[in-house]
T-cell receptor, first 113, second 109 residues
Framework: DVKVTQSSRYLVKRTGEKVFLECVQD?????MFWYRQDPGLGLRLIYF???????EKGDIPEGYSVSREKKERFSLILESASTNQTSMYLC????????????FGSGTRLTVV | GQNIDQPTEMTATEGAIVQINCTYQ??????LFWYQQHAGEAPTFLSY????GLEEKGRFSSFLSRSKGYSYLLLKELQMKDSASYLC??????????FGKGTRLSVIA
C-alpha cells in the first residue's frame, strides 16, 4: 500500500522554538507539497517541490522554510514557532504531470503555546 | 488566480441522495478532483473528471460542465460513514492544486 508518512501525529511546541515536520513518501513521486488546514480557511499551500533540491513558495510561506535533500523526503521548518502557526499540517505527494491526484499523509496537529 | 465556491455545510438523512455543488473560475483547466476528508484525517481521492458529463463509481457519482465552471458530487444511499467534508479542486495545469474550503456533510438517522 502506497504511503505518505508524517513523523508526528501531534506536537506541542513553545513559542520561539525551531520546529521540524518530516514527510516521507515511498511511491517515488517527483512532487511534494505542504499545506496547512484551519477551520473556515480550508487547505492553504505553504511550499512545494517538483524535484530534489527544488522548492517553490506557495500562498503562505512566511515563517516557514523547507528542505528536500532526497526525493522521498520533504521537511517543513518553522524557524521560530508562533501561536498563529497552531494548525493541522498536511503533506502530500504526486507523480510528475498534472493529471494525477495527491496522496496525503495523515497530518500533524501542531500546537504552539 | 482561482475562485472556488462550495456550500459550507449540508445535512441529509441516511438512505437519501445528496448533491454537493462546486463552482470554480480558473485561468486554465484540465479537470476537477473531488476528495473526501473525515474529521481529523487526511483527504482521500474520490474522483477526477476531465470531460463533461456524469461519471459513476458505485454510490458516488461526479458531474462536470467545463463551459459553466460547475461540478457536483452525487452521493446515493447515504450511510452514516459518509459524514465527512468533501473538497473540490480544479486542476488548472501548471500550478499546485487549490482546494475549495470544503462542504461538511452530516448524515442523520
Amino acid at each position: 500500500d502506497v504511503k505518505v508518512t508524517q513523523s508526528s501525529r501531534y506536537l506541542v511546541k513553545r513559542t520561539g522554538e525551531k520546529v521540524f515536520l518530516e514527510c516521507v513518501q515511498d511511491m517515488d513521486h517527483e512532487n511534494m507539497f505542504w499545506y496547512r488546514q484551519d477551520p473556515g480557511l480550508g487547505l492553504r499551500l505553504i511550499y512545494f517541490s517538483y524535484d530534489v533540491k527544488m522548492k517553490e513558495k506557495g500562498d503562505i510561506p512566511e515563517g516557514y522554510s523547507v528542505s528536500r535533500e532526497k526525493k522521498e523526503r520533504f521537511s517543513l521548518i518553522l524557524e521560530s514557532a508562533s501561536t498563529n502557526q497552531t494548525s493541522m499540517y498536511l503533506c502530500a505527494s504526486s507523480p510528475a504531470g498534472q493529471s494525477y491526484g495527491y496522496t496525503f499523509g495523515s497530518g500533524t496537529r501542531l500546537t504552539v503555546v | 488566480g482561482q475562485n472556488i465556491d462550495q456550500p459550507t455545510e449540508m445535512t441529509a438523512t441516511e438512505g437519501a441522495i445528496v448533491q454537493i455543488n462546486c463552482t470554480y473560475q480558473t485561468s486554465g483547466f484540465n479537470g476537477l478532483f473531488w476528495y473526501q476528508q473525515h474529521a481529523g484525517e487526511a483527504p482521500t481521492f474520490l474522483s477526477y473528471n476531465v470531460l463533461d458529463g456524469l461519471e459513476e463509481k458505485g454510490r458516488f457519482s461526479s458531474f462536470l460542465s467545463r463551459s459553466k465552471g460547475y461540478s457536483y458530487l452525487l452521493l446515493k444511499e447515504l450511510q452514516m460513514k459518509d459524514s465527512a467534508s468533501y473538497l473540490c479542486a480544479p486542476n488548472s495545469g501548471n500550478t499546485p492544486l487549490v482546494f475549495g474550503k470544503g462542504t461538511r456533510l452530516s448524515v442523520i438517522a
